[in-house]
């Protein structure tokens, strides 16, 4: 029997409308949720993710500014503007859109965000906070996962996960926040040797490498769910993610689409995040 299909898209839609409840009673009060968006050179997907993420901020009633800056901006610059926007109090969340140009010290820019207008949860104490079991703002994509798994009714507490990709951005915070749920975790990478052996006993397995089709069919254990969070660009122009979708699908128990999937939630959070740093 086919998997079911996790519809990451129907559920960021029903999240989106009761955001923008939350949003005009927040209005009401004389508040309005703002987020500032800080674009940094030219890089062409970036642009689309960005464009994205404004429109649906935009959508729930969530006051968005962008802020393009050149390649060619300093250090001091960019640091400069993330001081103004920690100081303005009519911004709720501030966004600084990866990767920035190879000069700029990423993490130097990420720890200049006032941790409690990190709406990514990208700040080092957002992220301690997550390990210590008392989160703030999560990130976005984790936390997207997880909501997509509970919405569904797949049962964490007692069963084996598996994530593949140990970044900071995605797979380290799942793993917590798996952890959190009483789910036993594993950490695959790649230096993990023989990947199969992981999954095939993986009640839960997340992939999250960037690497198209990394997961078959023959890698996945009967009844699993298997959340998807790659997005690849294959030679013909598709979209793939790092799960083979149409191997796993017969074998896996639950199953996200890409595109579809998790893409969606991760905005969602995003807005979560947002309208949650207002209200705060």
């Known amino acids: 029997m086919a998997a079911k299909l996790l519809d990451g898209k129907s559920l960021a839609a029903a999240m989106r409308a009761d955001l923008q409840r939350k949003v005009a009673a927040l209005v009401q009060r004389g508040v309005r949720p703002g987020l500032a968006v800080i674009l940094a050179g030219d890089d062409a997907a970036s642009r689309v993710y960005v464009r994205n993420k404004t429109l649906a901020a935009e959508q729930v009633g969530v006051a968005s500014s962008l802020i393009e800056l050149p390649g ?14 920690n100081a303005d109090p009519a911004i709720h969340s501030i966004l600084v859109q990866l990767p920035l140009p190879k000069h700029i010290d990423s993490a130097r820019v990420l720890e200049a965000i006032d941790p409690a207008k990190d709406v990514d949860g990208f700040h080092e104490a957002n992220l301690g906070a997550l390990l210590a079991g008392r989160p703030g703002a999560v990130p976005c994509t984790p936390a997207g996962v997880m909501r997509l798994i509970e919405h569904a009714g797949v049962p964490l507490a007692g069963r084996r996960a598996v994530v593949i990709g140990r970044s900071n ?5 799942l793993a917590l926040l798996l952890l959190q749920k009483d789910a036993s975790v594993t950490i695959c990478h790649s230096k993990s040797g023989n990947l199969a052996e992981f999954t095939r006993n993986a009640e839960i397995l997340v992939a999250a490498v960037g690497r198209a089709k990394l997961v078959t069919g023959a890698m996945v254990k009967p009844g699993a769910c298997v959340i ?19 191997t796993v699908k017969n074998v896996a128990g639950w199953i996200t689409p890409v595109p579809g ?16 740093a207002a209200s705060r």
């Not at 790659?230 to 799960?243: E, T």
């Open 261 to 276: 999937g998790v893409g969606p939630m991760t905005v969602a959070m995003l807005l979560e995040n947002c309208v949650n």
């Open 72 to 85: 060619s901006v300093t250090q001091a610059q960019l640091m400069e503007r993330i001081s103004a926007l």
């Open 169 to 173: 951005i995605v797979g380290k915070p």
């Open 228 to 246: 998807d969070v790659g997005v690849n660009r294959l030679p013909d122009g598709k979209l793939a993610g790092d799960v083979d979708f149409e």
